[in-house]
T-cell receptor, first 109, second 113 residues
Framework: KNEVEQSPQNLTAQEGEFITINCSYS?????LHWLQQHPGGGIVSLFM???GKKKHGRLIATINIQEKHSSLHITASHPRDSAVYIC???????????FGTGTSLTVIP | DAGITQSPRHKVTETGTPVTLRCHQT?????MYWYRQDPGHGLRLIHY???????DKGEVSDGYSVSRSKTEDFLLTLESATSSQTSVYFC????????????FGPGTRLTVT
């Protein structure tokens, strides 16, 4: 049983395309997190959100608490956006996390 | 960047040998976590700590033990390494009680032959 499901698992896009990655979860949460992991690299936090929408540069994250669903959008994608994007949720206490298996994004010039 | 380091960064060891991985933070954060990352699986929690000498098990704790004698250090020990423990291990820290972001260390790639 996976508490966090992401789709798609793999995504290839042309430079400049608008990209959407989806995340659904089945547990009660205090917050949802989007993380980025470059090949061979570490994991960095992009967003933490518990309602509505957040924007940082070309990245936008939204969450619908009632539907238990979140999306990560990348506008005007660039090859440097190529990475694995991981959705995670923190439990009600905020002290434990469940992670999706990640979406591998490749942006072709 | 959060001050979090892991050592060693790479290790190859033989089945049956003990292995200890170290996570060190300079942020004075209360919560520290050990995860493993394997293809086809999301990050999975091994153990976490909510204070000095306060630890709890995660979903994949069998074969692993941890210790935290100082705020800044969280050690993960494989008492007798097995090939199924070949993985990339990430340490993470979190600022306090409640929903905070996690900050991850650079990872340790462990190969058990």
């Amino acid at each position: 049983k996976n508490e966090v499901e992401q789709s798609p698992q793999n995504l290839t896009a042309q430079e400049g395309e608008f990209i959407t990655i989806n995340c659904s979860y089945s547990v009660g949460i205090s917050a949802l997190h989007w993380l980025q992991q470059h090949p061979g690299g570490g994991i960095v936090s992009l967003f933490m959100l518990s309602s509505g929408k957040k924007k940082h540069g070309r990245l936008i994250a939204t969450i619908n608490i009632q539907e238990k669903h979140s999306s990560l959008h990348i506008t005007a994608s660039h090859p440097r956006d190529s990475a694995v994007y991981i959705c995670a949720v923190s439990t009600y206490t905020g002290n434990q996390f469940y992670f999706g298996t990640g979406t591998s994004l490749t942006v072709i010039p | 960047d959060a001050g979090i380091t892991q050592s060693p960064r790479h290790k190859v060891t033989e089945t049956g040998t003990p292995v200890t991985l170290r996570c060190h933070q300079t942020e004075n954060h209360r919560y520290m976590y050990w995860y493993r990352q394997d293809p086809g699986h999301g990050l999975r929690l091994i153990h976490y700590s909510y204070g000095v000498k306060d630890t709890d098990k995660g979903e994949v704790s069998d074969g692993y033990s941890v210790s935290r004698s100082k705020t800044e250090d969280f050690l993960l020990t494989l008492e007798s390494a097995t090939s199924s423990q070949t993985s990339v291990y990430f340490c993470a820290i979190k600022g306090g009680q409640g929903p905070y972001e996690q900050y991850f260390g650079p990872g340790t790639r462990l190969t058990v032959t």
